[in-house]
Each structure stands twice: as structure tokens, then as C-alpha cells.
């Protein structure tokens, strides 16, 4: 028998056990393990049959590592046949998390228990697929099918209480001993006559069911989660559960998952999904490092990104003070921060009361005094370097030795800033992205002297407050913006030489970006970007050789800022904010050509996706080369979380990779002999297209 499934008889009943860490996932062994233990259990003399898991959880799924890969028997369908058809009742015993095929597994019991911190779900979807083991085809039948599509085709964890209520868990048992609670429920079953409640046939297919369900879930499918297959897909599974019989409408699952799984959407959100785990990793961090107790912390700064910040502690039970110079400042912050939590209830996803909680867990102060015993600051204040260092001395006055001083910045120098406290080691940089209570990336900027306790308490609690974190070096953007640096750069380079606004958007948009480049920069603002080039004196301070276009100054010279001012490089509608052409702004596009003797020509639509992309790209390969970033997929991970690249493209590096990275560097190569100010050709990128290699 697999060593990764075993079976036993406790009296009159027999357990069959997984234990495959880190989450029992359904590995080819523990498939065949599964069906060699419930063959034994159906042929011993005992009356009921328990499944249940060691460790952290019950089965989390199908082995994302197996896909993609020759297929290695047995196929779910026999272990999972083998449970259903039984000739005794099997029970699910359920703790941590049942999810895809460990749901789809406990669907093919006759029974499901769980104790009430479980939780259960299909999260398929996320990884562009489907569930693939009869999921959408049982779940329709227990719960109904409007049920059914919201779980499948959203993906999301229910907890157990939910889901016992919705009828996918039989029973909730005591926290403490599942698999007491799942023998006396078995004992139960048992003495009740034993009847072995096959999902599959609850009915022959789900009736009474509005079609036009399925539509509306098609549109929403298709408005939130623009050009992602999957979840179109899970809705015409679970529609056709409701109108083929359990095997064709099995047949149909099967062929559905088929095309999703050999697609590159499910391929690129695997990725994901793996690159965001690997992100929080750091090479050379010993494995035995102290992770510090991070009890309440004390953000600087009530404004948009400080008051976001200390949503995100408030949110998961950690106490904040808030800190700012004056009350009018405090007031307002709390007042933003206020309206934000009203905004969530209304909508039905906070009760009065937890909006009441979370803000009593953030204490306003205009005291340093207050900081005295928080265990971390996050300073949250204006992006200049004299202010930081001013409020970091301060900071280092008052601070506790133990307690760790992070600056939220986005382009600034971490180390400059640690050089001015006594204690650098315990100075991180923590790059929050706007809105700072939304947005999931933090870029965690580990300075020369950061030491790897605060790095990895850093990285504790970016996983306490639920976002996603990526360690990166110090430099100017650190990666995320120095990259869209280039990126911009050329959005402006394309305009000058023929296109106009909509042009250089459009095969961004089309590609699947949440937007283009310069919608992006009039929802940004266009003043912040044109205050630091005037202080950096430019144009006039341009080196010799240097590329420069004026376009974006000429349109701030004008008031217009982008959205908040009603324009920028397009005019919106006061009402909707709806984005329209502004031929006041392209025939300044094209004046300015004029003026600078730029002869404006066709530049079809391929070549814009590619100065863009690659742009992007060839800065990346010199963050790599550069050591910035640790892996190209953390690179993924800033853009996929942190500047709208669907998952389903695999972000920058993974797109490149798919291109095939001859062909890019080939095309970088030519963009740089025709403009070699703007264009450098990265090493690393030269060195893996001549060796045929990937950056992943
Ligand atoms: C599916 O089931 C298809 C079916 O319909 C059948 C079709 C025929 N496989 O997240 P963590 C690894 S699709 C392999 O840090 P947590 C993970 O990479 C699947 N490995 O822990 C990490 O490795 P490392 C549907 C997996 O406590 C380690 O486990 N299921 C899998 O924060 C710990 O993970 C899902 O989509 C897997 N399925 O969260 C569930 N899952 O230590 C995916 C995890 O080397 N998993 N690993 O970095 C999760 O959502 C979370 O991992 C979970 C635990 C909530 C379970």
C-alpha cells in the first residue's frame, strides 16, 4: 500500500488516513493509496468507513505540481468511484481545508463532518480550471445550482458553519477530537439503517432552475474577470448539470477541463500561484531566524497611504496609533478611513458593530511620546528624504531597541534613511501600493544593513495583514516602478513619433492589462511625475544623448492632471468619469511633433505592444542581473498584484518567456540601433536568448 495512505480498524470501524504534508494534496500515490484502503475497508467486517487527514488539513486539492505533466495513473475517477460505490457509508472527517479534488473527494463520501474552524471550497478557477472531479456536477445537485455557480465559478473559501448550513457538510463536531465526532456520527448513521447518500443521485439532473441565471453570471464573469476562460467554463459545467444526465454531464466536466488545462491561461495562473508562494522566500535567510512578536504598531501619517496602512492592521485585530502633526490632519484621516469601513458595511460585507471594532483599534495621537511601546513603525509621510530622515531621528528617540522602523516609500533610498537612526539593522523599506487597504502587493525593500530578523518578522506580519510580499534591493523604484519607468517612457516616445493616445493604449488593454499607459497615468495624476522632473531641473539638466519628451509636461502646464481634474492625455465625463478622446490634447500631440521636427508616421499596432512589453521586460532582466529581484517570477508577482497584468498572462517575465526570449531580445536589439538612448539591451536577456533559456 502508498505510504501516503493508510488504513486501520478502530472496533467496528475502519479509518483510512492521508498524510501526505504539507497539504495531503491527491498526488498519484494517495490516489492509488486511496483506492487500495477502501478496496481493504469494503471487504473487512467493519460497519463504516472514516476519511480523514494528518496534519494541518484535510486534502487541499489535486497536486498543482503533477499538471502539465505526463498524466500518472490512477485517474481521480477511480479512487473517488471506488469510495462512492462502497457498501458501507464512508464519512468525510474534515479539518483545515477541503478544497478542489479534496472537496470533490468528500462530495464522493456518503457523509461530510467538520469541525467548525474547517473550511471548504473550489478554488479551481484560480488556476484557470475547473473542478475536474465531479465537483461541478455534484455541488449543483447538494446545494442548488445558483449556489453551485457562485462557489465554482468565484472560487472562495465557506466556512463550515456556512457550509453546514447550505447543506454541504452533514454535520459540524467538536473542535477538539474530529474523529470522535465522526465515530459517534457513523454510530449514528449506522443504527439509523446505514443508508449510503450518493450525491450523484440526489437527481437525475438539477430542475427548476431559471436559465437566465446562467447568463447573468456569464456577464459578470465577463465584466470582472475580463478575458479569463475559466470561469466561463465553470458555469457551462454546472449549467450542464442542469440539463444532462450525472455521466454526460461528467463527460462534458471532462472536456471542459481538458481545454482549460491544456490551455497557457491555467499554465500562467499556476505560475502565479506558485511564484507568489516562492516570493516570501529569501535565499540566503537562515532557516533558524527569530520572528518578532509584532503586538501593535504605529503607522506616521494620516493621509491617503497611512490611513490605508492602518486599515490593513485594523482588519485582522491589531491595534494602531495613528500618528499625525496636526488634529485637522487626524480628524480628516480618520474621517477617510471611517468613510471607507461605512462604504464595506453598506455594501453588506462589515456589521456596524466590526466597523465600531476596527476603529477602535486605531488610536489617533500627535505624540511621539505615544510610540513608546509599539513594536513596529511604518512611516507613511510625504515622499521626500529630508522629511523621512527628520521623522526617523525622531522615531529612533522614541522607539522601544526592539522595535522595527519601516518606511513606506516608493522610490526612495532605505539606506539613506537607516543611516540616520542607531539602529539600521532594524530599518526596512515596505512599499504599500495605493489604495494601501485594497491593493495586495507590498514591496518589502531590504536595505544593506536590514537584518534578517526584521526581514523576516517583515514577512510575517505582510502575511498577517494578507498581502502578498516580495523581498527587493534598494535602487531607484525598487522593481515595480523602475520598470514602469521604461514602460512610460516609451508610452510618451510612441506618441511623439505618430500616435495618438488611444493608439498606444489600446493593444495594452486588448492584451489584458487593466489598462493602458496613459489611462493608467491620468488615474495616477500626472502632477506627482511632473513636480519630480521639474525638481530635477528637467529638460534643461538633460545629459548629452539623453531622450526626452515634453508631451506629458505640456499637458500639465495646461491644469490637467488626469482624472481628478476631469483631463490629462484623455477628457472624462464629469458625470461617470467615462474616458473620452480630447482632440484638444492630440492635436497638441501633434503640434508638439511638429515644433520638435518629428516626422509622425504609422506605428501599427504590434510594434506598440512590443516597445512597451519589452520595455518592460529588458528592465527586468537588469533587476535580475542586478540582483534587485531575487527570481524573475517575483517579478510576476509586483505586476500581476500591483499593476493590473491579469494572472492569466503569467506576468512580464512569464509573457516573455512565452514569446520566446530570441525573439525579444532580437526586437530589443533593433529598437536600440534605431534609438540607442532609450534602448539597453540587457546582458542577462542577450545570455538566455543565445543560450535558448527562460527567465523562469
Ligand atoms: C484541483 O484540485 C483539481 C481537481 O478538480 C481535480 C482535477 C482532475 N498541490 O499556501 P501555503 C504547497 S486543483 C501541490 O504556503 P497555507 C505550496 O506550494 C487544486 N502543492 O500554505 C506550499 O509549498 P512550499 C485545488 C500545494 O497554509 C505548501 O503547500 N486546490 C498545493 O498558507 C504550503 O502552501 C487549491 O487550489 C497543491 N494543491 O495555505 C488549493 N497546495 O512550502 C491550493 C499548496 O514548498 N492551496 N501546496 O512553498 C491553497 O490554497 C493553500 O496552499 C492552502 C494552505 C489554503 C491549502
Known amino acids: 500500500m502508498s505510504q501516503s495512505v493508510s488504513y486501520t480498524v478502530d472496533g467496528d470501524i475502519g479509518i483510512v488516513r492521508v498524510n501526505n504534508p504539507p497539504v495531503n494534496a491527491l498526488s498519484h500515490h494517495v490516489r492509488q493509496g486511496l483506492y487500495d484502503c477502501f478496496m481493504a475497508a469494503d471487504a ?316 477602535g483599534l486605531i488610536t489617533p495621537t500627535l505624540d511621539y511620546a505615544d510610540l ?94 494578507k498581502k502578498v510580499g516580495v523581498v527587493v534591493g534598494v535602487c531607484d523604484g525598487f522593481v515595480g516602478n523602475r520598470m514602469i519607468h521604461q514602460y512610460l517612457a516609451q508610452s510618451q516616445y510612441l506618441l511623439e513619433e505618430g500616435c495618438l493616445p488611444h493608439e498606444v493604449d489600446a493593444p495594452i488593454y486588448d492584451l489584458g492589462f487593466a489598462m493602458g499607459p496613459l489611462t493608467m497615468s491620468d488615474l495616477a495624476g500626472l502632477d506627482v511625475g511632473w513636480r519630480i522632473r521639474q525638481g530635477k531641473g528637467l529638460p534643461e539638466s538633460l545629459a548629452e544623448g539623453d531622450r526626452y519628451c515634453e508631451i506629458g509636461d505640456r499637458i500639465c502646464e495646461k491644469g490637467r492632471f488626469g482624472q481628478k481634474t476631469g483631463g490629462g492625455y484623455y477628457k472624462y465625463d464629469p458625470s461617470d468619469r467615462s474616458r473620452q478622446r480630447d482632440p484638444e490634447i492630440e492635436q497638441l500631440i501633434i503640434d508638439y511633433s511638429r515644433e520638435k521636427g518629428i516626422e509622425r508616421r504609422e506605428i501599427e499596432g504590434n510594434e506598440v505592444l512590443e516597445r512597451l512589453m519589452y520595455a518592460l521586460i529588458n528592465e527586468g532582466a537588469w533587476i535580475l542581473e542586478e540582483g534587485i529581484a531575487q527570481r524573475a517570477s517575483d517579478i510576476d508577482v509586483i505586476y500581476v498584484y500591483g499593476y493590473g497584468v491579469p494572472a492569466y498572462l503569467g506576468g512580464p517575465m512569464f509573457y516573455a518567456d512565452h514569446i520566446g526570449l530570441d525573439k525579444v531580445y532580437q526586437r530589443v536589439c533593433e529598437f536600440a540601433e534605431r534609438d540607442p538612448a532609450s534602448w539597453k539591451p540587457a546582458p542577462l536577456l542577450k545570455k538566455l536568448a543565445e543560450s535558448g533559456g527562460t527567465f523562469n
Open 372 to 465: 513608546a511601546d509599539v513594536d513596529m513603525i511604518i512611516e507613511a509621510v510625504y515622499e521626500n528624504m529630508d522629511v523621512k530622515k527628520e521623522v526617523f531621528g525622531k522615531l529612533d528617540e522614541v522607539a522601544k531597541p526592539s522595535c522595527i522602523l519601516a518606511t513606506n516609500t516608493s522610490t526612495l533610498d532605505v539606506d539613506e534613511i537607516a543611516r540616520v537612526t542607531k539602529r539600521p539593522e532594524m530599518v526596512i523599506g515596505t512599499h504599500f501600493f495605493s489604495p494601501a487597504n485594497v491593493m495586495k502587493l507590498l514591496e518589502i525593500v531590504r536595505g544593506e544593513q536590514t537584518s534578517f530578523e526584521t526581514l523576516a518578522t517583515t514577512l510575517a506580519v505582510t502575511k498577517a495583514i
Open 44 to 359: 473487512d467486517a467493519t460497519v463504516a468507513t472514516i476519511l480523514i487527514c494528518d496534519g494541518r488539513t484535510f486534502i487541499a486539492g489535486a497536486d498543482i505540481t503533477e499538471f502539465g505533466k505526463p498524466p500518472k495513473p490512477p485517474h481521480f475517477s477511480l479512487p473517488l468511484n471506488a469510495m462512492e460505490d462502497m457498501s458501507k457509508p464512508v464519512i468525510a472527517a474534515i479539518h483545515g481545508t477541503a478544497l478542489g479534488g479534496g472537496l470533490e473527494t468528500a462530495l464522493c463520501c456518503h457523509y461530510r463532518v467538520a469541525v467548525p474552524s474547517a473550511k471548504v471550497g473550489l478554488p479551481e478557477v484560480h488556476l484557470g480550471l475547473l473542478p475536474g472531479a465531479g465537483g461541478t456536477q455534484r455541488l449543483p445537485r447538494l446545494i442548488g445550482a445558483q449556489a453551485a455557480v457562485d462557489a465554482i465559478a468565484g472560487g472562495g473559501h465557506i466556512d463550515a458553519p456556512t457550509a453546514h448550513a447550505a447543506g454541504v457538510l452533514d454535520a459540524l463536531v467538536d473542535e477538539g477530537d474530529l474523529l470522535e465526532g465522526a465515530k459517534a456520527f457513523a454510530r449514528k448513521i449506522v443504527s439509523a439503517g446505514g443508508a449510503l447518500n450518493k450525491v450523484r443521485d440526489i437527481n437525475e439532473k438539477v430542475t427548476g432552475v431559471d436559465p437566465a441565471i446562467f447568463e447573468t453570471a456569464r456577464a459578470n464573469a465577463i465584466k470582472t474577470r475580463r478575458g479569463f476562460k475559466a470561469p466561463l467554463s465553470c458555469i457551462a459545467c454546472v449549467e450542464a448539470a442542469c440539463t444532462l444526465p450525472f455521466d454526460e454531464g461528467m463527460a462534458r466536466e471532462r472536456e471542459l477541463f481538458q481545454e482549460l488545462h491544456d490551455d497557457l491561461q491555467s499554465a500562467a495562473q499556476q505560475h502565479i500561484f506558485f511564484a507568489e508562494r516562492a516570493a516570501s522566500k529569501v535565499n540566503d535567510m537562515p532557516k533558524d531566524v527569530t520572528v518578532l512578536d509584532i503586538k501593535r504598531v504605529g503607522v506616521i501619517g494620516a493621509g491617503t497611504m497611512g490611513g490605508g496602512i492602518a486599515m490593513n492592521f485594523a482588519n485582522v485585530g491589531i491595534p494602531v496609533t495613528l500618528l499625525e502633526m496636526k488634529q485637522e490632519f487626524l480628524d480628516k484621516g480618520l474621517g477617510v478611513v471611517r468613510a471607507n469601513y461605512e462604504r464595506t458595511a453598506k455594501k453588506g460585507r462589515l456589521s456596524a458593530a466590526q466597523v465600531e471594532e476596527r476603529m
